[in-house]
């Protein structure tokens, strides 16, 4: 089993910078992370689920959505199996609720949608202010 646990997030102004962090770890011996997506994923009230910034754990491919673009940094340690999100110049359009997950690749691809991801962590709100 996968465990995928969260860090970070916050309240801060508009224009300013947070970063979040996700930890995924296999509770049993093999080689379950291999080959596998992390990404980063957000829903506001009344939105629609929406993926943010993904990476696959061993081609370190990384894949971003257009609106974060320039903005957010996905990263990863491989040793520690830990993902960032470095969120920089945050708008009001940001304010949501920000979840990591992890899941299996499409012939190498993370999708930028929730379909293959089946480990979530649970949540960390972004407010941003004016």
């Known amino acids: 089993q996968v465990q995928v646990v969260q860090s970070g997030g916050g309240s801060v102004q508009a224009g300013g910078s947070l970063r979040l962090s996700c930890a995924a770890s296999a509770a049993v011996s093999g080689d379950i992370l291999s080959d596998f997506c992390m990404g980063w994923f957000r829903q506001a009230p009344g939105k629609e689920h929406e993926g943010i910034a993904t990476i696959h754990t061993d081609t370190s491919r990384i894949w971003y959505d257009d609106s974060v673009k320039g903005r957010f940094t996905i990263s990863r340690d491989n040793t520690k199996n830990t993902l960032y999100l470095q969120m920089n110049g945050l708008k009001l359009g940001d304010t949501a609720m920000y979840y990591c997950?992890?899941?299996?690749?499409?012939?190498?691809?993370?999708?930028?949608?929730?379909?293959?991801?089946?480990?979530w962590g649970q949540g960390t709100q972004v407010t941003v202010s004016s």
């Open positions: 997950a992890a899941g299996s690749s499409f012939s190498g691809t993370c999708r930028l949608d929730k379909y293959g991801y089946g480990f």
